[in-house]
């Protein structure tokens, strides 16, 4: 009977340890082929939700401005405020009261980055300021350049035409006391012969431009 029960018991145990060596083996496959699948649904996911990357446009600031003022003084050129609609590295299109971006295109950077760095370079090309800088760059500052781009935008007329806009609001504030010395709205308006976006970020480009050219001529009236 003895014998018996432990014949039986070691085809148990044998049946056991089968089992077990399914279930060890079972559980290695399962840590190697889920993150393979995870893996293979991610790509799968960003090649059909994604698509391919939006085409990126810069803009320039004027190569130089011709003005018969020029300063000692040094100034900040602080990153503009914005809404968030602006606030962002997409083109934003307007079509009467309803924003939306331009498909498929992008900013290097968001437009308030872009916007400061540009100005900072129109400043510079000018030859007129003595020195000009963004926060956190040590120098002492005599004068900021507070800005807040009020539009930045496409505007659509019609199917397949419209204008590029740029408004930006503007103050000068002495740096010594806190103390606002003059404010201007500066507008900049250009046409924009398609409605492809080399075409948008041309008119844009254009747009900036003006508004840089007399950022940088009423500044030095200014100060």
């Not at 600031?61 to 040094?74: E, F, K, L, V, Y």
């Not at 003595?130 to 900021?144: C, F, N, T």
Request: charged residues 20%.
């Amino acid at each position: 009977m003895i014998q018996g029960a432990a014949a039986g018991g070691g085809r148990r145990v044998a049946a056991f340890a089968g089992a077990g060596l399914f279930l060890n083996r079972l559980e290695g496959w399962s840590r190697r082929a889920v993150p393979l699948l995870a893996m293979t649904l991610a790509v799968a996911g960003c090649s059909l939700f994604r698509g391919p990357p939006p085409e990126t446009y810069d803009l320039a600031a004027p190569r130089s401005i011709s003005t018969a003022n020029g300063t000692a003084a040094q100034l900040l050129v602080p990153e503009p405020s914005a809404l968030k609609t602006i606030d962002s590295e997409r083109i934003v299109v307007a079509s009467g009261p309803r924003l939306y971006y331009y498909p498929d295109a992008q900013w290097p950077d968001r437009i308030t980055r872009v916007f400061q760095a540009r100005a900072i370079e129109a400043y510079e090309n000018s030859r007129k300021v003595k020195a000009v800088g963004r926060p956190g760059e040590g120098l002492s500052i005599d004068y900021q350049i507070v800005t807040n781009i009020r539009s930045f935008e496409y505007r659509e007329e019609a199917k397949g035409s419209g204008f590029a806009h740029v408004e930006v609001f503007v103050k000068i504030m002495d740096d010594r006391n806190g103390r606002v010395v003059a404010t201007r709205t500066l507008t900049g308006n250009a046409p924009v012969s398609g409605a492809t976006a080399t075409a948008v970020v041309a008119g844009l480009d254009a747009a900036l431009a003006e508004v840089l050219v007399e950022l940088v001529r009423w500044t030095l009236q200014v100060v």
